[in-house]
């Protein structure tokens, strides 16, 4: 089975800039969700879809980042304009949450990531 | 105050030692709990679900206890594999839910 796809896996941009990241996640996974890592802590939630609405988006800072999940399936998550501070990895995840006839065990399943770099 | 926090470490240990981590978390509503591996410069992976009567991977034991609002990791006979760093995380009412991760704790297990 194919695990949760993400690209570009590393960006390198300047400060100002935009950039923006893909993630397809697998396949019959309801619920997607986009991390920040920043070095040396632990992911923090940005976005969380359940088919294509959003469950959670208390911490994505809507004034330079989007998120959308067209028809359900993969997502694009968006930054514009680019700060020092975003240099970091973002990491898109899946789960059975929500997924009809299947039994949800609760566990995430994450993509390799993207790391972006802010210059 | 955090929704979930570990004591990020470093923990040192010699190699067939026992090591012990905890986790508290705010909200008194959070449903499911999770020990999760992450590896140097790689994503996070599954390590085991934390169930409300404690359970037993090998040499991974769980522990859950609601009143004190924690959960524990154990491991013991550490083996130099081991070295990584352990993130908790909770699900927390939001809609339906929302999957919180700690800081994590980094391991080292030295030779």
């Known amino acids: 089975e194919a695990g949760v796809a993400q690209s570009p896996r590393y960006k390198i941009i300047e400060k100002r800039q935009s950039v923006a990241f893909w993630c397809n996640p697998i396949?019959?996974?309801?619920?997607l969700y986009w991390y920040q890592q920043i070095l040396g802590q632990g992911p923090k939630l940005l976005i969380q879809?359940?088919?294509?609405?959003?469950?959670?988006d208390s911490q994505l800072p809507k004034d330079r980042f989007s998120a959308e999940r067209l028809k359900g399936v993969d997502s694009t998550l968006k930054i514009q304009p680019a700060k020092l501070e975003d240099s970091a990895v973002y990491l898109c995840?899946?789960?059975?949450?929500?997924?009809?006839?299947?039994?949800?065990?609760?566990?995430?399943?994450f993509g390799e990531g993207s790391r972006l770099t802010v210059l | 105050r955090k929704e979930v926090e570990q004591d990020p470490g470093p923990f040192n240990v010699p190699e067939g030692a026992t090591v012990a981590f905890n986790c508290t978390y705010s909200n008194s509503a959070s449903q499911s709990f999770f020990w999760y591996r992450q590896d140097c410069r790689k994503e996070p992976k599954l390590l085991m679900s934390?169930?409300?009567s404690g359970n037993e991977d090998g040499r991974f034991t769980a522990q859950l206890n609601r009143a004190s609002q924690y959960i524990s990791l154990l491991i013991r006979d550490s083996k130099l594999s081991d070295s990584a760093t352990y993130l908790c995380a909770v699900t927390v009412p939001s809609g339906t839910y929302k999957y919180i991760f700690g800081t994590g704790t980094r391991l080292k297990v030295l030779a």
């Open positions: 396949s019959g996974h309801a619920t």
């Open positions: 879809f359940q088919n294509n609405g959003v469950v959670d």
């Open positions: 995840a899946s789960s059975l949450e929500g997924t009809s006839g299947l039994t949800n065990t609760g566990e995430l399943f």
């Open positions: 934390v169930y409300s």
